[in-house]
Each structure stands twice: as C-alpha cells, then as structure tokens.
C-alpha cells in the first residue's frame, strides 16, 4: 500500500493540498484561532507519515512542486506594495525605524537566551534569524555554522505563533495605526504572520509585505556582528 | 492564456532575482531582488498592473500552504527540539512577541509625532 503510494507522482501535492483544506473547513467550523490550516495540516501530515511509515525525504521530494511556488509568491508581494505605495512613502521613516528597532530586540533577546541557557554556538546561531523569510534565514544560519534544518523548523513555528497572536498582542499593546500593526507583524512573523495581517486589512498586508523583505536583509547584514557577542 | 502569461512574467522576476543573487555578493536571496525589481518595473510602468494582478493574489492567497513541506521537516529534528525545548519555546512565543510590540509601537510612536508636529 505505503508502495504503491509513494512510487506514483503526485501523493504528496495531494497530501499537502488535502490536509490544508482539511484544517481550513475544521477552522471554519470551529472558528477558533487556534485552529490554523497550516498548523493542523502540518501535524496531520506528521501522523499521516508516521503511520504510513514513510521517510521525511520522500515527501519533501514528492511535495517539491509546492515548495518551488514560495519564489513566485515572495515575489508577488511587490503587488500589494505598489498598490500601497502612498502608506509606504508618506510613513517611510517609521517603517523604517519600527523594523530596524524590531531586528535589534529580536537578535539581543536570542543573544540573551544563549547567554541564560548557555547554548552552543550551533544551535544559538540556528535560533538568531528566526523572525525572517526562510529564503533568508536558512542562508544567514548556514553560513554562520547553524543547523538549517533547525532553523527553518523555528522560522515556520515562529510564524504559525505570530498568526495566531497577532490580533491579540496588538490589542495588547494598544497598537491600533494599520501601518504599525503591519510592520509588527511582518518584522516578527515573517510571510505567515503576514497571510494574517492581510486578513486584517490592504495597508497592514501591505506593510507587513515590506517588513519581511527590510526586516530580512537587516537581519542578514547583522546577524555576523551578532555571532561575535555569543557567550 | 492571460493567467499562463501572468505567471511566467512572476517567473521572469524570479529568474532574475535568481541571477542577480548568483552575481552579487550580498547576503540578499533571490525572492528578495525579484520582488523588488518586479515593485520598479511595476512604478516605471513597464510592468502594468493588469499583467500580473490576479496570478499574484492567488499566490498569496495560498502561501500558509507553501510551508507545510517545510514544517513537516520536524519530525527529523525530535533529538535537537528534545535538547533545546525551552530555550526554542521562548524563542519562538516570547520573542515573537517582544518583535512585534517593539516593531509596531516604535512605528507607531513615530507617525504619531510626525502628525503632532504637523498639526
């Protein structure tokens, strides 16, 4: 059975796609937020391999096609942006200045964590980029002697937590300007959290859009200044 | 026809991202310079809207689909995640919570005292 599935060509799109549509009529139903799509496809996919039996690699190589689309999709963001071009301009320096204070927090408090629980030097660097795009994460964590795997598990749980919090954290914080709401959340959570903030609004997906490319060549460029201050 | 012609013109940018991303010596990913050559072109107009509109909504309508290969990538790191469970909590709940009220008030504080000094 395992076989005659995994020889065939398309199982793991149809396992990808299948379980994502699986978690979203489960979140429509339920209505919780808790209930997120990818979360829930990603832990069915878990168990469906588990049981299954089958290796990791053999989906990953089967699910390829959907994989290769985060190129194309990365690069349509500059949609939104360009139809959001007078928020961007107008609000350039606090964007600016919200994303470059956001990089800064991110990086010091992974610097603290490996100070706390004295990390090694492999696993705090797999851990510093964890707020950016995985296109750039994986690149800064494996130059930098990280483990990409590990990084890219971090970056994708970072993203699902900053989804789910978003809404709450800027109620939290009493962060009402759509701009600063999107800026928040892209800085943080990357493409996943910015599925959410295009949820909320044109300007917030928009601003959030931005944030994950500034926010990612920030990191890049400081992440190696950052290594030098690991314990 | 229209969407075919959509989404090669996406792909175009995406190659090349690609290629500058092989010739420059930065630390920029392809998808990076892709998006940001596809925002020029659309600003100068040599890219119109209506070219790439509705292939790129519906790219990013589906982009929480896009992770799930990646995520499911963890069930290979359970001895790592076993080892580093607390500090990789707090990473990911924590942190991602400092970054986003840091990030949001920060910009907010700022477009609030440019409208004050407007005013």
Known sequence: MTELLTQGAVWGVLLTGGAFALGTVLQKKTGQVWCNPLLLATLFILLFLRLCEIPYPEYKASAGPVSYLLLPATVSLAVPLYEQWEALRKNAAAILSGIAAGVVVSLAAILALAWVFHLDRASAVSLLPKSVTTAIGVDVSGELGGIPALTTAVIILTGIFGNLSAQAVCKLFRITDAVAKGVGIGSASHAIGTSRALEMGPVEGAMSGLSIAVAGILTALLCPLAVNLLP | ?119
């Open chain 2, 1 to 119: 026809m229209k969407y075919i012609f959509q989404f090669l013109r996406i792909l175009a940018f995406c190659f090349l991202g690609e290629i500058l991303h092989a010739l420059l010596p930065l630390p920029i990913p392809a998808s990076i310079y892709g998006l940001a050559l596809l925002l020029v072109a659309l600003k100068a107009g040599v890219v119109k809207l209506e070219q790439v509109k509705e292939v790129s909504a519906f790219l990013i309508a589906i982009f929480p689909l896009l992770f799930i290969p990646g995520a499911v990538g963890i069930m290979d790191l359970g001895e790592v995640l076993a080892r580093l469970w607390l500090p990789a909590v707090l990473a990911i709940s924590l942190v991602t919570v400092l970054v986003t009220a840091t990030a949001g008030r920060v910009t907010q504080a700022v477009i609030r005292w440019k409208e004050a000094r407007h005013d």
